[in-house]
C-alpha cells in the first residue's frame, strides 16, 4: 500500500502486528488498513474455492452451504435496506448487485418487486437463477467487465468493498451504473464496534500479548477495516448523498464455531446492539 486509500495520505502508524498481519491506521482519516495485503489475485482465489475459504479460518466452514444463505438475521437485514430504499426512491426499478455470490440479496429483492441482476465471476447458480427467479447473473469480474452506464436505480454491494485495495475504484464504477438520483446500498463490518473496543482493551490489558480477539476481526481476507464514519467519506467524497446509515450485527449461524465461544460471541453481539455499537453497517446513499 503506497497511500492511504481513503484520504490517499502517506503517514500511517501500525496500531496491530498480529503475526504476518500488520493493520495500519492512517493519521489523517483514520482509515485502517492491512500493509501488506493479499493481491487481487490472491483475494479471487481464496474465494473461488470453498476448501481454500476454509483454511483461511475455520470459521467458515459453513460459510458456503446453502443453509446459511439467508437465515432470519440475513433476512432482516436485506428487509431494512431494501425498506429504507423505498423511503427515497419513486417505486421497485432495475437492481444490480456487484459480487452477489449466489444471490441470496436478489433472490429476496426479486420477491419484493425489484428487476434484479447480479456480477459474480464464481456464481455457480447462473442459470438455476435466472430460470427459477428471473434473475440475470453477469458471470465476469466486475472491473474488467464494460459496465453498462447510467442503467439501474439501485447498485448494491454486500460485504465486498472490504477485500478491495482500491475501494475508491468500486465506488466510480458503481456509480457510473446508476440513473442520476439513482440509490447506492453497501454493507460492510463496522471496526468502530463493541467488539473491536473490548478486543482492542485486552490487547492493551496485555501490553500486546493477548492477539487471539483481534485475530478473529482482523484477517487476511479483508484488506480494509471500515468505521460507519470512513465508509461515508469515501461515498461523499466519491458524489454520494449519505441518506441512512443501519446499523446490525453479525450473523453467526453462518459460521462455525464451538458452542462456548459461540456463546459468549452471541452475549457480546447483544451488549453491542444495547449500547449501539453493532458490527456491520449498511449505508444507503444517493447519486448526486
Not at 442503467?151 to 475504484?169: C, G, R, T
Not at 482493551?201 to 471500515?226: I, M, N, P
Amino acid at each position: 500500500m503506497k497511500q492511504c486509500p481513503l484520504c490517499l495520505g502517506r503517514d500511517w502508524v501500525l496500531v496491530y502486528p498480529l503475526g504476518v498481519l500488520r493493520v495500519h491506521k492512517c493519521r489523517a482519516c483514520s482509515m485502517m488498513f492491512l500493509n501488506p495485503y493479499l493481491s487481487p489475485e490472491g483475494m479471487a482465489k481464496i474465494f473461488s474455492s470453498p476448501q481454500l475459504l476454509k483454511k483461511v479460518s475455520g470459521f467458515f466452514a459453513d460459510y458456503c452451504e446453502e443453509k446459511t444463505w439467508i437465515t432470519p438475521r440475513t433476512r432482516s437485514a436485506y428487509d431494512r435496506a431494501l425498506g429504507e430504499c423505498l423511503k427515497h426512491a419513486p417505486g421497485r426499478g432495475k437492481l444490480v448487485d456487484v459480487g452477489c455470490g449466489q444471490g441470496a440479496f436478489l433472490k429476496v429483492a426479486k420477491e419484493q418487486g425489484w428487476q434484479a441482476f447480479g456480477i459474480e465471476p464464481n456464481c455457480s447458480r447462473v442459470a438455476e437463477l435466472e430460470r427459477e427467479h428471473g434473475i440475470k447473473i453477469f458471470k465476469e469480474d466486475f472491473f474488467r467487465a464494460t459496465i453498462q452506464k447510467n442503467e439501474y436505480d439501485a447498485v448494491s454491494n454486500w460485504d465486498f468493498i472490504e477485500h478491495l485495495p482500491d475501494p475508491a475504484d468500486l465506488v466510480r464504477r458503481s456509480r457510473a451504473m446508476l440513473k442520476q438520483g439513482g440509490l447506492f446500498i453497501v454493507a460492510t463490518p463496522n471496526h468502530f464496534s463493541f467488539l473491536d473496543f473490548v478486543a482492542a482493551f485486552a490487547y492493551r490489558l496485555s501490553f500486546g500479548k493477548f492477539t487471539y480477539a483481534l485475530s478473529k476481526l482482523y484477517t487476511v481476507d479483508h484488506t480494509l477495516y471500515f468505521t460507519d464514519t470512513t465508509l461515508c467519506e469515501l461515498l461523499k467524497r466519491e458524489g454520494f448523498e449519505i441518506l441512512a446509515k443501519i446499523k446490525v450485527n453479525t450473523d453467526l449461524g453462518r459460521y462455525a464455531m464451538d458452542p462456548a465461544f459461540r456463546f459468549v460471541a452471541e452475549s457480546l453481539l447483544a451488549i453491542s446492539s444495547i449500547s449501539n455499537m453493532h458490527n456491520r453497517v449498511i449505508v444507503i446513499a444517493r447519486n448526486r
